[in-house]
Nanobody, 120 residues
Framework: QLQASGGGLVQAGASLRLSCAASGRTFSSIAIAWFRQAPGKEREFVGVIRTGIYYSDSVKGRFTISRDNAKNTVYLQMNSLKPEDTAVYYC??????????????????WGQGTQVTVSS
């Protein structure tokens, strides 16, 4: 199971850190990705971490993904937030170990989502 937390309402330019805590199994060999979905839009890839870290162009340079394997937790540090970052953010675990992708259909385990709202 994955549990996402840390969302909230902030002003443009602020920062938030989201957490994705995994329970029930160890995810050290599993890619953990962040996706987001804004109202009326399709779910969008944000970034993913396994041995490497990859970001979408829309967040590169502002968002940072990290993981603490001892705590089985992945973090999404979001800086310089913009109103267009407003969305429900989800973390997800890839269905296969030692594999990484940006396609949400490759992810089998999903957290419940946490709302991030950025006001202008």
């Amino acid at each position: 199971q994955l549990q996402a937390s840390g969302g909230g309402l902030v002003q443009a330019g602020a920062s938030l850190r989201l957490s994705c805590a995994a329970s029930g199994r160890t995810f050290s060999s599993i890619a953990i990705a962040w996706f987001r979905q804004a109202p009326g839009k399709e779910r969008e890839f944000v970034g993913v971490i396994r041995t490497g870290i990859y970001y979408s162009d829309s967040v590169k340079g502002r968002f940072t993904i990290s993981r603490d394997n001892a705590k089985n937790t992945v973090y999404l540090q979001m800086n310089s937030l913009k109103p267009e970052d407003t969305a429900v953010y989800y973390c997800a675990a890839h269905r296969f170990p030692y594999t990484i992708s940006r396609d949400d259909s490759d992810y089998a385990y999903w957290g419940q989502g946490t709302q991030v709202t950025v006001s202008s």
